[in-house]
């Protein structure tokens, strides 16, 4: 699908249908990076101690920035 908007999707980064909660929490806990734009997953991925980028221009979790 993403092709089609002329993405390319490398071959080390997997695109999965929608999952649900603890599913979520487990593949975030195995993650060795994790990219959101959501605020409970960065905050998820701080607990797990998995690197996290967020992909926002801010976000409400200031202590994890402070944290690094």
């Known amino acids: 699908m993403l092709e089609s908007f002329g993405i390319a999707i490398p071959d080390n980064i997997k695109i999965i249908d929608p999952i649900g909660y ?3 929490i487990l593949l975030e806990k195995h993650a060795a990076l994790i990219a959101t734009d959501s605020g409970g997953v960065q905050k998820e991925a701080y607990f797990h101690r ?4 967020t992909m926002r221009d801010q ?3 200031i202590e994890l920035v402070e944290q690094g």
Not at 50 to 53: A, G, L
């Open 50 to 53: 998995v690197p996290c980028i």
């Open 59 to 61: 976000t409400e979790w």
């Open 22 to 24: 603890l599913d979520m």
